[in-house]
């Protein structure tokens, strides 16, 4: 895991994620989601962007499981890292949680959920969806 730079560009979407909510950028040019945070849509070039919070629900695209973790971020491993295809069209790579690494399934339907890691820094992971 990394430990998040929160800039200018990305301060509102880790403010969401402080209060408990997933924020994406939406570009008022082309109608498209927009992840990770910045300043000019990457499909139009448009500087018109702006923060609508998501729907939180999404897809398990891939995922790999961490047998060893250290640091700041460390939990008991094994730990499950997903890329997860947003139902807004944007993929994000984060924590599965509440899923046992023999039970991570590609397609699995996945819901956002704000955990707090150390300190003021919490996290968006996702957990399956019943």
């Known amino acids: 895991m990394f430990e998040p730079m929160i800039d200018a560009d990305s301060r509102p979407y880790w403010e969401g994620v402080a209060r ?6 939406h570009c ?15 499909l139009c070039f448009s500087t ?21 973790a250290s640091g700041r971020f460390a939990t008991d491993p094994p730990t499950v890292v997903a890329l997860v295809d947003l139902d807004e069209g ?4 984060s924590h599965l949680v509440g ?12 819901r ?6 150390e300190g003021d820094l919490s996290l968006p992971c996702f957990t399956p969806v019943p």
């Open 28 to 42: 008022q040019n082309c109608e498209r989601a927009v992840f990770y945070p910045r300043v000019v849509c990457p």
């Open 48 to 68: 018109d962007l702006e923060w609508r919070a998501a729907s939180g629900t999404g897809t398990v695209y891939s995922y790999t499981v961490m047998r060893k």
């Open 20 to 25: 408990g909510e997933l924020l994406l950028q």
């Open 99 to 110: 899923v046992d690494p023999p039970e991570a399934r590609i397609g699995a339907r996945v």
């Open 90 to 93: 944007v993929r994000m790579m």
């Open 112 to 117: 956002v959920t704000v955990q707090a890691v």
